[in-house]
């Protein structure tokens, strides 16, 4: 199981709420293309799409309102 130490995956202010949205997000588009889900191998989506995030082959992207709050 992955535990990463969560301040480092959101170093660039990103909120809980937005990590656990792209997360599940990304992890259901591994789930419904056979590529990625070929790639991904045993290891579950959701599991790939937090690594991809921790080595930054994804990032999160808020909308600009939620950033000037």
């Known amino acids: 199981m992955l535990n990463p130490d969560f301040r480092n995956v959101l170093k660039n202010r990103t909120s809980r709420y937005s990590l656990v949205t ?8 591994i789930t419904d293309d056979n590529e ?14 937090l690594t991809e995030l921790i080595d930054g082959e994804i990032e999160i992207v808020e909308p600009e309102e939620i950033r000037n709050i």
Do not use: M, S
Request: charged share 35%.
């Open 22 to 29: 792209a997360i599940a997000k990304r992890a259901r588009e």
């Open 36 to 49: 990625l889900k070929i790639k991904c191998g045993d290891v579950k989506p959701v599991t790939y799409a």
